[in-house]
T-cell receptor, first 116, second 108 residues
């Protein structure tokens, strides 16, 4: 079955530690995204990538970093510089990322990160 | 500023009681309007894409429509398994802009 996997489902970290969230897709999609979801707020875009070895900051990139070394993988690192890291993190992918047209994005199951 | 607003925030229906969810958008050069369903603790599940005013799409008890300013998700004769949060998103340059969702509860 094609889809997006995220691991782990739950993650607990102490404040001051960096943590990396995994995202893998086997949909052969070019574009991948990271969002965070907080209660009462819409999904907010952290980073996105149109192709391998290229990625762009989204609306709330501060305190986060990403890499795109393979088409299938787009890991997100939450650094100690992120002031409020506790949230539900969602990875998504889409066929392409075009300027004139948006394609539907397919989401993974999410990772709930708790930092204390 | 691009924005997507959903109403109501929460909706409680009796099984079989049809209703509509609203999504108003102000997205410059809208590049598509998307509807998702999200169950608690899970990722959003894609439902529909609408690209042009007047376009309609249906899936089981759900029908999505689009005008130049808003989109509606019509739910006909809902069942308890339709209970979820429904998210609307507008396609902007290089991203989707999400609303905060409508939490739908369908009681048997």
């Amino acid at each position: 079955d094609g889809g997006i996997t995220q691991s782990p489902k739950y993650l607990f970290r102490k404040e001051g530690q960096n943590v990396t969230l995994s995202c893998e897709q086997n949909l052969n999609h070019d574009a991948m995204y990271w969002y965070r979801q907080d209660p009462g707020q819409g999904l907010r875009l952290i980073y996105y990538s149109q192709i391998v070895n290229d990625f762009q900051k989204g609306d709330i990139a501060e305190g986060y970093s990403v890499s795109r070394e393979k088409k299938e993988s787009f890991p997100l690192t939450v650094t100690s510089a992120q002031k409020n890291p506790t949230a539900f993190y969602l990875c998504a992918s889409s066929l392409q990322l075009l300027a004139e047209l948006s394609y539907e994005q397919y989401f993974g199951p999410g990772t709930r990160l708790t930092v204390t | 500023e691009d924005q997507v607003t959903q109403s109501p925030e929460a909706l409680r229906l009796q099984e079989g009681e049809s209703s509509s969810l609203n999504c108003s958008y102000t997205v410059s050069g809208l590049r598509g309007l998307f509807w998702y369903r999200q169950d608690p603790g899970k990722g959003p599940e894609f439902l529909f894409t609408l690209y042009s005013a007047g376009e309609e799409k249906e899936k089981e008890r759900l029908k999505a429509t689009l005008t130049k300013k808003e989109s509606f998700l019509h739910i006909t004769a809902p069942k308890p398994e339709d209970s979820a949060t429904y998210l609307c998103a507008g396609g902007a340059t290089n991203k989707l802009i999400f609303g905060t969702g409508t939490l739908l509860a369908v009681q048997p």
